[in-house]
């Protein structure tokens, strides 16, 4: 059984700062793409950034120069930092996880609300 856990999400006021974490436990394959996702309304999820096994992160054009995607492929963990945060950014977001055996695993989402 797989499991993504993530964290970090919150409350916080336009202009500030959050960094989410999810960690895959169980027994997962190696790891090949991590990412991050969000709600959006009339589709179900929206890329948000990924991040490759050697680091490169790959993001969504609405968030290039705010989120900072990382990992510590020791730990199975990936990170989302996210600055200068907006109201719009407001949704819940799901760490993704694509193992080299193909499987893709998902976890349960954690609320960021970004007050005006």
């Known amino acids: 059984q797989v499991q993504l856990v993530e964290s970090g999400g919150g409350l916080v006021q336009a202009g500030g700062s959050l960094r989410l974490s999810c960690v895959a436990s169980g027994s997962i394959y190696s790891i090949n793409v991590m990412a991050w996702y969000r709600r959006v309304p009339g589709r179900q999820r929206e890329l948000v950034v990924t991040?490759?096994?050697?680091?490169?992160?790959n993001y969504a054009r609405s968030v290039l120069g705010r989120f900072t995607i990382s990992r510590a492929n020791a730990k199975n963990t990936v990170y989302l930092q996210m600055n200068s945060l907006k109201p719009n950014n407001t949704t819940v977001y799901y760490c993704?996880?694509?193992?080299?055996?193909?499987?893709?695993?998902w976890g349960q989402g954690t609320h960021v609300t970004v007050s005006s």
């Open positions: 991040i490759t096994s050697g680091g490169r992160g």
């Open positions: 993704n996880v694509d193992a080299a055996d193909e499987s893709d695993y």
